[in-house]
């Protein structure tokens, strides 16, 4: 069983930065195939950015130059490094399995809030 805690979120004013990170813990051997979502209030889960199985990189279109996911094998984390923050970027944030199945049980999350 894996376990996925999330942590890094803040409260920021736009255009500033935040840094996500995901500690992955249990029987979880690699970190590609991971990403990190969001879900915004009375909207559903979106992924925002994922390392793939071969090692590449997706990003949602409205995030691109401006997130960047990177992972740690060794230590099991899997962060995402936000700049340029917009309010609409307001959510919280998960980190999970991307394009792989089953996914893991999501963890807590963590709150970013963007906001003058």
């Known amino acids: 069983q894996v376990q996925l805690v999330e942590s890094g979120g803040d409260l920021v004013q736009p255009g500033g930065s935040l840094r996500l990170s995901c500690a992955a813990s249990?029987?979880?051997?690699?970190?590609?195939?991971m990403g990190w979502y969001r879900q915004a209030p009375g909207k559903q889960r979106e992924l925002v950015a994922a390392i793939t199985r071969d090692g590449t990189t997706y990003y949602l279109d409205s995030v691109k130059g401006r997130f960047t996911i990177s992972g740690d094998n060794a230590k099991k984390t899997v962060c995402l490094q936000m700049n340029g923050l917009k309010p609409e970027d307001t959510a919280v944030y998960y980190c999970n399995r991307a394009y792989v199945n089953p996914l893991y049980q999501w963890g807590q999350g963590t709150q970013v809030t963007v906001s003058s």
């Open positions: 249990g029987s979880i051997r690699t970190i590609n195939g």
